[in-house]
Nanobody, 126 residues
Framework: EVQLVESGGGLVQAGGSLRLSCVAS????????IGWFRQAPGKEREGVSY????????YYADSVKGRFTISNDGAKNTVYLQMNSLKLEDTAVYYC???????????????????WGLGTLVTVSS
């Protein structure tokens, strides 16, 4: 059974940092890609970042470039999202998702993903 479990969310002041983790079970990252998405109240789910285990390529939404870094630890089957210089508008529930047939050109499309975690809440305060 495939499972994705996010952790690391919490309350942080603007300008602060958090590191989210996504632990996968039931499959290995070797052939798949992992995306991080977020959804703020009243807004659509949006792609934040993506990493391909095949070649290590990474992608970021323009809104987080230079502030967020995605990485993976194959030995731990874990993908991380390091979030620095957090802004109020980063407040959202963050989800990780697995794309079993990776297509980097469409990494930001939530409908492509096959498995999702339950999410972890990130709240940025002023």
């Amino acid at each position: 059974e495939v499972q994705l479990v996010e952790s690391g969310g919490g309350l942080v002041q603007a300008g602060g940092s958090l590191r989210l983790s996504c632990v996968a079970s039931g499959f290995t990252f070797d052939d798949y890609a992992i995306g991080w998405f977020r959804q703020a109240p009243g807004k659509e789910r949006e792609g934040v970042s993506y990493i391909s285990s095949r070649d290590g390529s990474t992608y970021y939404a323009d809104s987080v470039k230079g502030r967020f870094t995605i990485s993976n630890d194959g030995a731990k089957n874990t993908v991380y999202l390091q979030m620095n210089s957090l802004k109020l508008e980063d407040t959202a529930v963050y989800y990780c998702a697995a794309d079993l047939v990776p297509d980097p050109e469409q990494w930001y499309k939530a409908v492509r993903y096959d498995y999702w975690g339950l999410g972890t809440l990130v709240t940025v305060s002023s």
